[in-house]
């Protein structure tokens, strides 16, 4: 049985930084892809960040430059930094991992989610 599992979230001001990391067991092959998504209340689930085994990683341009996706593939593990947060980047943050292929920002590629981890950013 996958599981997915995140944590870091938490309440920071404006400006600040949070680093969430998502761990992952019981799945089976070595090449996948991971990634962030986030869920503000009233809005579609976005993604934030994606990276391959290789690591090849993906931003979409609103978090480009201020959040960074990184993976230990040693402890199936990934993270995400996050600098210069703003009050926009208030949401649930989800992880997710699946085999490669499929398009990286899209809910519908992920096989396996997290529970998900509260970030809030205040002004």
């Known amino acids: 049985q996958v599981q997915v599992v995140e944590s870091g979230g938490g309440s920071v001001q404006a400006g600040g930084s949070l680093r969430l990391s998502c761990s992952v067991s019981g799945y089976a092959g070595t090449n996948n892809l991971m990634a962030w998504f986030r869920q503000a209340p009233g809005k579609e689930r976005e993604a934030v960040a994606a990276?391959?085994?290789?690591?090849?990683?993906y931003y979409p341009k609103a978090v480009e430059g201020r959040f960074s996706i990184s993976r230990d593939n040693g402890k199936n593990t990934i993270y995400l930094q996050m600098n210069d947060l703003l009050p926009e980047d208030t949401a649930m943050y989800y992880c997710?991992?699946?085999?490669?292929?499929?398009?990286?920002?899209?809910?519908?590629?992920?096989?396996?989610w997290g529970r998900g981890t509260q970030v809030t950013v205040s002004s």
């Open positions: 990276i391959y085994t290789s690591p090849f990683t």
């Open positions: 997710a991992i699946t085999p490669p292929g499929g398009a990286w920002q899209s809910t519908n590629t992920y096989k396996y």
